[in-house]
């Protein structure tokens, strides 16, 4: 005759192995997602780094171009940020007139000439790359500049936020 004994562990097993199937999966997700924002915050990163070397650059371009204590109104631009955003951004060309070693160009022109090509830069390397630069009010004290640019992974659509 059969013993009619039970086995209260029958089955235990199989439920450990699934819960512990469920906590890795959720250890996978959560490290997929960590690795995803660890790759967003790297370009922003970068996108910063740029933005601090293109700053350098147009400061760099105002001290070699100073003649005199007004030299910094020159360089002045005042857009707004969302007037400069993808359609509405305007025409970056410039003229090669100060671009060569025989050219002779005047404090004005050549303001102009680095102003177009420092912000086609910009544009060149930010997403939706975007300036603001505001000489202060006492001559040659200095400078109000800011860069914003979109975030891309915020884009959707027509919706942009701009980081600055």
């Not at 030299?71 to 090669?96: C, I, V």
């Amino acid at each position: 005759m059969m013993s009619s004994r039970s086995h209260p562990q029958a089955g235990v097993g199989l439920i450990e192995l699934l819960v512990a199937v469920v906590i890795a999966t959720l250890g996978l997700l959560s490290l997929a997602g960590l690795q995803a924002y660890a790759l967003r915050y790297t370009k922003l990163s970068q996108y910063r780094a740029i933005a601090t070397q293109l700053a350098l650059d147009i400061t760099e371009r105002i001290r070699a171009n100073r003649v005199d204590a007004t030299s910094t109104a020159r360089y002045e631009f005042k857009q707004k940020f969302t007037d400069q955003l993808g359609s509405q951004a305007p025409n970056l060309s410039y003229s090669a007139a100060c671009n060569s070693a025989t050219a002779t160009c005047n404090v004005a022109a050549l303001a102009t000439d680095d102003m177009a090509q420092w912000r086609a830069t910009v544009r060149n390397l930010l997403p939706d790359g975007s300036v603001y630069l505001e000489p202060d009010a006492a001559p040659a004290t200095g400078l109000n500049l800011w860069i914003g640019w979109s975030d891309p992974a915020q884009v959707t659509g027509g919706d942009r936020t701009v980081n600055e």
